[in-house]
């Protein structure tokens, strides 16, 4: 019996250490930008933000899942809120982008998956959304669900993720820590050519400024010479597009930003473009055969648009243009931490045909960071 215990409370210790072995930017004391990050530094520290994850991973093919991120804890279709999308490249599926478009609001959880699964994560939320107390009636749902093609480690032509995949990770969804790296759409997913994942961070202003908070999640799945915090990593590893004839920078990044801040639909547009800067910090270069889209929303109670109304007019202050540059700073600084962290908190991964994509060789960027300055 004593060898038993000792044996699980090994295996325990073992596995706890394991665990803890990923760590985030922060932790290796590396600090992006000038602005305070908030309280876990991660999207979920805007308020009633919530995040959940469908992971799937069967077999020696199947590396994908669904992330869900939910910009309030309520009914969304009857209380919409203030959304811009804005496009970096083009090459990617993104659903309901005209009606955001169009009209300026978002209607239902935000839906990242891969590219072939779009259609299952349309039906997915319109089923969640259509079974929501209050909407008996509704016959109209604009499901937003973005994409970036996992097929290098995942069977992607399978069509794994189903609807109830999708609803699981919308009905999973939770405030607090928002776990990263190789979990839901970033389970199978390839960036600079590590392995990448779901990313997050935040920024909060100080009250002279407002006190709001903008939060980032990112799903990274694209190329480009990695730069960290300045430090030219993906060129000192020999790691980049082009430096082979075999090498390539295609791939994908959708980068999610919200906000308590009170925006209207083209402040989000101004700030959506800002986070395509951040994704340049990183060393990300748009490539030809990348899907680069931003979706931004403002999560205020004041600027939510009700379903149904009686009321002519739209209420509520709008935040005015002077007071966003501290705004666009912040999104800037958290779009490049959540990428950096998205690669810092991926493992090593071996899916479809024995591929397999490392994890970042941490030890050797800590060395790199250092010969840069960027950790002591």
């Not at 072995?21 to 308020?47: C, F, H, Q």
């Not at 069509?159 to 776990?179: C, F, L, R």
């Not at 308590?260 to 490539?287: F, H």
């Not at 739209?314 to 962290?341: K, P, Q, W, Y």
């Amino acid at each position: 019996m004593t060898r038993y215990i000792f044996a699980l409370s090994f295996l325990f210790l073992f596995t706890f250490s394991n665990a803890q072995e990923k760590k985030r930017a922060r932790d290796y004391g590396i600090e992006i930008g000038v602005m305070a990050s908030g309280n876990l530094n991660t999207i979920t520290d805007v308020p009633g933000v919530k995040v959940g994850h469908q992971t799937l991973i069967k077999g020696d093919s199947v590396r994908t899942g669904v992330t869900a991120i939910l910009p309030h804890s309520g009914n969304i279709f009857q209380n919409k809120v203030p959304a811009a999308i804005y496009i970096g490249n083009g090459f990617g599926k993104l659903a309901g982008i005209s009606q955001v478009q169009e009209l300026g609001n978002l209607e239902t959880p935000i839906i990242l998956t891969n590219t072939l699964s779009v259609p299952m994560g349309i039906q997915g939320t319109v089923k969640y959304t259509l079974a929501l107390e209050g909407n008996e009636n509704v016959q109209s749902v604009n499901a937003i669900v973005g994409e970036t093609n996992d097929g290098y480690l995942n069977d992607i032509r399978g069509m794994h993720v189903s609807e109830n995949d999708v609803i699981a990770a919308i009905e999973n969804a939770k405030t607090g820590i928002v776990p990263e790296g190789n979990v839901g759409a970033g389970t199978g997913t390839v960036a600079f050519g590590f392995k990448g994942g779901i990313g997050t961070s935040s920024r909060k202003l100080p009250e002279s400024l407002g006190g709001y908070t903008v939060g980032v999640l990112v799903q990274t799945n694209f190329g480009g010479v990695l730069t960290i915090n300045g430090a030219p990593v993906g060129k000192e590893l020999e790691q980049y597009p082009f430096s082979s004839a075999i090498k390539k920078s295609d791939g994908s990044c959708m980068i999610v930003v919200l906000t308590d801040a009170p925006l209207d639909a083209r402040q989000l547009e101004r700030v959506a473009k800002r986070a395509m800067m951040g994704l340049a910090k990183t060393g990300g270069i748009a490539s030809n055969g990348s899907g680069d889209y931003v979706i931004a929303a403002s999560t205020a109670e004041s600027m939510r648009i009700p379903y149904q109304t009686r009321e002519k007019f739209d209420t509520g202050d709008v935040l005015r243009n002077d007071h966003m540059s501290s705004i666009f700073m912040a999104t800037i600084e958290a779009t490049e931490e959540a990428i950096i962290n998205s690669l810092f908190m991926a493992e090593t991964s071996k899916g479809k045909d024995g591929h397999t994509i490392q994890q970042l060789p941490m030890e050797k960027v800590i060395p790199i960071l250092q010969k840069y300055g960027v950790i002591k």
